[in-house]
Nanobody, 117 residues
Framework: QVQLVESGGGLVQAGGSLRLSCAASGRIFKINVMGWHRQAPGKQRELVASMTSGGSTNYADSVKGRFTISRDNAKNTVYLQMNSLKPEDTAVYYC???????????WGQGTQVTVSS
């Protein structure tokens, strides 16, 4: 079992920046994918960005050029730097960890990001 602890959410004005962090602990399989999804009220959860332990990244089209995902494998921590935030980025952001061998996915508790116009 993998536990995820997120931090860094909050309230920011449009055009501002926030940085989310997510630390994983527990049974960490070294080959894995860590990433962020988000869910806005009344909408389905969607992928924001992900990054493999090997460094490959994947971004939603809506955040390309504004958000950057990075990770520190030694600390089992993934980060999401969010710049040029828009009101439509408002959502609960969830960190996730996927074991690339078992395909098991663990989720964090979520952190609220609110962007005011």
């Amino acid at each position: 079992q993998v536990q995820l602890v997120e931090s860094g959410g909050g309230l920011v004005q449009a055009g501002g920046s926030l940085r989310l962090s997510c630390a994983a602990s527990g049974r960490i399989f070294k080959i894995n994918v860590m990433g962020w999804h988000r869910q806005a009220p009344g909408k389905q959860r969607e992928l924001v960005a992900s990054m493999t332990s090997g460094g490959s990244t994947n971004y939603a089209d809506s955040v390309k050029g504004r958000f950057t995902i990075s990770r520190d494998n030694a600390k089992n921590t993934v980060y999401l730097q969010m710049n040029s935030l828009k009101p439509e980025d408002t959502a609960v952001y969830y960190c996730n960890f996927q074991n690339s061998y078992s395909r098991q996915i663990s989720w964090g508790q979520g952190t609220q990001v609110t962007v005011s116009s």
